[in-house]
């Protein structure tokens, strides 16, 4: 039997593919599943136990969170990633080292086969072909779904008449947690104009009461909640506990796919997105408005490449470089305030707050320069523009 690695998932699309390839194809079936957040002791055992009884020879789970942090989330912090200023690439992101983990697998495994559950029309086929044909170039990759055209309905159908209970009020739904947010996405995100239902959502409304939270950064790194200090993974865990419970984080992302076409897909990431604009928030107070602008320059193209599953570019190397020192004086404390579907940034404590007010406040008197010093420079930064309007008389 040829041995197979599946990219698993315990969703309709990979429950099909480990049924269908060991039953039709009579492959030997070894299900991985890579772990970047978001899934218990038990559903880990429970996905385990519905791979095995779905013809899977074995079924391997990969605890990468950490890892995940490491290598993409905090850069994604760093860059104040926000793809089409809204998304915080929580399912993109976390594809990458998946796959990464996956194909490593295979290799240790032997395997000559590696097989994934993505469609034809999405952006996940691309980034795990990608990963897989420049780390494995010599492992065959097979996907079901793609090849065959199928329809949700037809995956249902097949898997009902092998004699496994899945039901349509179950596939509605497709989500995906990990540690930088949740996705979903039903019928209502193939239209323009349909919201998704509330009850769509994995977390629901269970606090009213506002909340005042305080994070704090160390070289742009969330390492305290509440001044209880612990590492980055677990104060992202904790904040999205709190945050989540106050329904907040919730929206539709509209976008570009890697193969041309519009998508649109639900998520919900509290703690990224209340994250992102804190880091953000103190990095305007931290670092000149240079060093701002060539971040946004690069935080958005980081983004972008790892969207589309350039992860193994070396630029992305050259990029991290650039933002690992742009994090030098990114250090203080956030005050953020949370209520029902919302939360606000209050203010921010850094030692190294550019708007030290013993130097000079906006819009107040100043104490580093003269009236005359003011006139003066304002007189020389008008001359290109005083010289243009003298030769060219032209304001159309």
Not at 12 to 24: F, G, M, P, V
Not at 367 to 386: E, R, V
């Amino acid at each position: 039997m040829k041995k197979l690695v599946l990219a698993y998932s315990g969703g309709l699309d990979t429950s099909y593919c480990a049924k269908y390839l060991s039953k039709e194809e009579g492959y030997e079936v070894h299900a991985v599943s890579v772990n970047t957040g978001g899934f218990s002791k038990a559903e880990i055992k429970a996905i385990e136990e519905k791979a095995l009884a779905l013809g899977a020879s074995t079924y391997t789970s990969i605890d990468a969170v950490q890892n995940f942090y490491s290598k993409v989330v905090k850069y994604l912090i760093f860059g104040n990633v926000l793809r089409n200023n809204t998304y915080p690439l929580s399912v993109s992101a976390e594809r990458i080292v998946q796959a990464v983990e996956i194909v490593n697998h295979a290799k240790k495994m032997g395997a000559s086969h590696i097989a994934h559950g993505s469609t034809g029309a999405g952006n996940d086929q691309v980034r795990f072909d990608m990963i897989f044909q420049t780390l494995a170039p010599d492992i065959e990759i097979i996907t079901p779904i793609r090849d065959n055209k199928l329809a949700r309905e037809e995956e249902i159908k097949y898997l009902q008449e092998n004699g496994v209970d899945y039901s349509w009020e179950k596939a509605k739904y497709s989500i995906n947690r990990g540690l930088w947010g949740t996705s979903v996405g039903g019928a209502e995100t193939l239209t323009s104009h349909l919201p998704l239902p509330d009850s769509a959502y994995p977390s629901q409304l269970q606090q009213k009461e506002p909340k005042k939270l305080k994070l704090t950064f160390e070289k742009g790194e969330l390492v305290a909640l509440n001044d209880e200090k612990n590492d980055p993974v677990l104060n992202i865990e904790k904040l999205e506990s709190l945050a989540s419970s106050y329904a907040i984080g919730r929206d539709i992302h509209v976008g570009d796919t890697i193969i041309g076409i519009k998508g649109r897909v639900g998520f919900e990431a509290a703690a990224p997105l209340i994250i992102i604009k804190a880091h953000h928030l103190l990095e305007k107070h931290t670092l000149s408005k240079w060093q701002q602008y060539q971040k946004e320059q690069l935080g958005n193209f980081y983004g972008m490449l790892l969207h589309e599953g350039n992860y193994l570019d070396e630029v992305m190397r050259n990029i991290e470089a650039f933002l690992i020192d742009t994090q030098k004086n990114v250090s203080g404390a956030v005050f953020v305030s949370l209520y029902p579907f919302q939360f606000r940034l209050d203010g921010i404590s850094s030692p190294h707050d550019l708007m030290n007010a013993s130097f000079g406040s906006y819009g107040e008197l100043n104490k580093g320069w003269t009236a005359d010093d003011a006139k003066g420079f304002i007189k020389i930064l008008s001359n290109p523009g005083k010289i243009a309007n003298h030769v060219n008389q032209d304001h159309d």
